[in-house]
C-alpha cells in the first residue's frame, strides 16, 4: 500500500501533488486546480500549535500534506471532545465552507503538520469551474459525519474496551503503513482516551490486556496491533481469551 506519510515533493502545483490521488480532485483538470488554487500558502505548524481556533472567522479550507491534526471541541466543563483526526489528503473546515459559519471546532497539530491553506474564494471558485467536484466533497463530509454519530452512539451503548477495538480498527483503514501484517497507530494513548471519552491510566490497563491476548503491542512507544481478527470480535462485543 502507499505510504501516505512521507514529505510530497511539489508543494506548489496541486495537480502534480502526491495526494492528489487520494483527495476529492482526485478526476478533476489539472490545469484547473493549478489556475483556481494559486493563491494557496503551504503552511508548517509545530506539535501543539493550532491551525484552527473555535468559533474563529471561517478563512478557508486546510489541506493536510503531511503529519496529523486533532479536531475537537471545547465541553461546558473545560474538558475537550475529540471529533476526528485528519491526516495526509484530509480536509479541514468543509463544514463551515457549506455552512458559511465560522469555524465550530478547533485543530491542532498533534505533530509537525505541512498543510496547504486554500482560502475561501478560491475552494468557492473551483466548485463553481467544476461542479461535479461538489458530489466528492459531500461524500467526504457525510463521511465524517457518520463516522461523528457513530462514535457518539458507541459512547452511549458500548463498553469502554469494544469503543477502544472499533477507534483501533477505524485508524488502521486510514493508515497506510503496513508491515508484515502489523499496523503502526500513530497516537499517543492520551489522545486515543480522550478520542473515548476515558482516562489514560484506564486505557493502560486495556491496552495491557490487548496486549496479553496478542491483540496490541507496544514498540518503541508505539501501539502497533498485531491481530485484526480479535480486535474485531471484540468490537463487536464478542469475548477474545486466547
Known sequence: MTNRTCIPENKNSCSQCWLREFSVFKNCPPELMDEVFVNKKVKT???GELLI??????????????????????????????????????????????????????AVAVDEVV??????????????????????????????INFIEDRITSIS??????????????????????????VHVDFAVKDLANVIGTSKNY?????????????????DQKLIIRDFDKLSLIAIGEEAYS
Not at 86 to 99: H, Q, T, V
Not at 157 to 182: P, T, V
Request: one cysteine or more; proline letters at 2%.
Open 157 to 182: 451503548k458500548r463498553k469502554i474496551r469494544e469503543q477502544f477495538a472499533e477507534i483501533l480498527l477505524s485508524l488502521s483503514m486510514k493508515n497506510k503503513k503496513i508491515h508484515d501484517g502489523e
Open 45 to 47: 505548524f509545530s506539535k
Open 203 to 219: 486505557l493502560d490497563k486495556i491496552i495491557s490486556e490487548f496486549s496479553d491476548l496478542k491483540v496490541v503491542a507496544m514498540r
Open 53 to 106: 481556533s473555535e468559533a474563529a472567522e471561517f478563512k478557508g479550507v486546510f489541506c493536510v500534506q503531511q503529519g496529523v491534526v486533532k479536531i475537537f471541541i471545547g465541553g461546558n466543563d473545560s474538558k475537550e471532545f475529540t471529533l476526528w483526526f485528519a491526516r495526509p489528503g484530509d480536509f479541514i473546515g468543509l463544514d463551515s465552507f457549506i455552512n458559511n459559519e465560522n469555524y465550530t471546532f478547533s
Open 115 to 144: 498543510s496547504c491553506f486554500i482560502p475561501a474564494s478560491d475552494f468557492k471558485s473551483i466548485l463553481t469551474k467544476g461542479p461535479a467536484i461538489s458530489i466528492g466533497l459531500m461524500k467526504d463530509l457525510c463521511d465524517k
